[in-house]
């Protein structure tokens, strides 16, 4: 990897053995960029953020690590070995999975101008990474990203994204209003030792620019997705495979919310297991409110093993119609928490809500700058939750807080 000298400023945050003042507002950045987009990945007390830091010479992927359940944090650590290579949205962050010493972090990058979802991985707990990887085939042409990543029980590392290469049009911006929609297909591979990832196409024509979620648990898979269904209606579906990835059930709708958009939502899926292998899945839909259309946040349960979920339930405050980009995680106590953002009078605020068999009060995480794409990770501790904080003067940082038990 290039090391080049990296001037970080870790804000309020509990680093290096320094306990911050006031630990309701830590946060973390990379002197002199942006930084946004941020994932957690966790395990037991082990929790770490990644995000990408975006400056004049392009985009890079961070990570900073936590072996105290979000306490104290190390230095950050440039996972991308290409320098500014990195691209990335509130759709399509990097993500990270860690099993034991061995982490590995996706991210979508645009080598030669194709877009191809890369990989790194560390043996040492997060301290140095080996050079990236790509995931997806060379050579092959259409939009690619919206990448997701699970970890199993025996270290497999489990992808899916969507692809664009089966399109015959080759797509500019991902909205098509008015105009022919380039075809994505959503793609699983497990990754291994060998240099080409082996493929399986889970679905064909599927929403254009939607994240996508996926889960393993011994050798089941759960891929889901913002599916096109027939009439151009675009709500979630799921897939699972019973063989560790080799093939995959026909898409199952999670939610009839027939939400007809002629457009992508921009806007996807999220999904965790609880304690006893029931898969809880959250994700936003198209509501309508006092006469006038919005967005809300909903949640739905699946028994282990099976693809028929309980009705929606709502998430989300309901005192507005524009909460977005859900993300959900598995508590040691068997809880879970949601996260999102929504629109208030003040700007752009994150919240939270548990559940425990039922749905808990709304927890307001950040309110006083504009907050956006949170993301979550339970611990032997309680939750770590981060998202990205607009700063007054200019610029964005990564903001965190722990929630406990």
């Known amino acids: ?62 990570l900073a690590s936590s072996a105290d359940g979000g306490l104290h944090f190390g230095e950050p650590v440039r996972v991308n070995d290409v320098e500014g290579e990195a691209s990335a949205s509130g759709e399509q962050p990097p993500r990270v999975v860690i099993h034991g010493s061995t982490v590995h972090v996706l991210w979508v990058a645009k080598p030669g101008g194709i877009s191809a979802i890369r990989a790194a991985r560390s043996t040492d707990g997060g301290r140095t990474f080996a050079p990236a990887r790509t995931v997806t085939p060379v050579g092959i042409n259409g939009a690619r990203g919206w990448e997701s990543v699970a970890i199993g029980e025996d270290g497999a590392v489990h992808v899916a994204w969507l692809d664009g290469r089966a399109s015959g049009v080759q797509p500019g911006h991902h909205h098509h209003a008015g105009g022919p929609t380039p075809r994505q297909d959503i793609f699983h591979a497990v990754l291994t030792d060998a240099p080409a990832a082996v493929e399986t196409r889970v679905a064909a024509n599927v929403c254009f620019c939607c994240k996508t979620a996926i889960l393993s648990r011994g050798a089941d898979v759960y891929v889901a997705w913002r599916h096109l269904f027939d009439g151009g209606i675009r709500d979630i579906a799921i897939a ?11 898409p199952a709708r999670v939610s009839a919310d027939n939400w007809k958009i002629d457009a992508c939502p921009d ?42 979920f309980s009705s929606r339930e709502r998430v989300d405050s309901g005192r507005n119609t524009s909460a977005s980009h859900p993300r959900i995680a598995a ?11 929504e629109m208030t009078d003040g ?59």
């Open 267 to 308: 806007d996807g899926p999220a999904m965790a297991f609880d304690l006893q292998g029931a898969l809880h899945i959250v994700w936003p839909t198209l509501v309508r409110e006092g006469g006038r259309d919005g967005m809300a946040i909903f949640h739905a349960m699946s028994a282990k093993g099976e693809l028929s």
């Open 1 to 62: 990897m290039n090391r080049t000298v990296i001037r970080s400023v870790l804000v309020l945050l509990l680093v290096s053995g320094c306990r911050a003042k006031d630990p309701a507002t830590p946060g973390f950045e990379i002197s002199g960029r942006d930084n946004a987009h941020v994932t957690l990945g966790s395990e037991g007390s082990t929790v770490m953020a990644v995000w990408t830091a975006t400056g004049s010479s392009g985009a890079d992927i961070y």
């Open 331 to 341: 508590g040691p106590d068997g809880s879970l928490a949601i996260v999102w953002d």
């Open 347 to 405: 700007g752009r605020q994150v919240a939270a809500r548990r559940w425990t068999g039922r749905l808990g009060k709304i927890e307001v995480l950040a309110t006083s700058k504009a907050s956006s794409y949170p993301a979550v990770a339970g611990t032997s501790y309680g939750y770590v939750a981060a998202w990205t904080e607009q700063q007054e003067e200019s610029g964005s940082r990564i903001a965190m807080v722990r929630l406990p038990r």
């Open 240 to 250: 699972r495979s019973a063989d560790s990835g080799r093939t995959f059930t026909s």
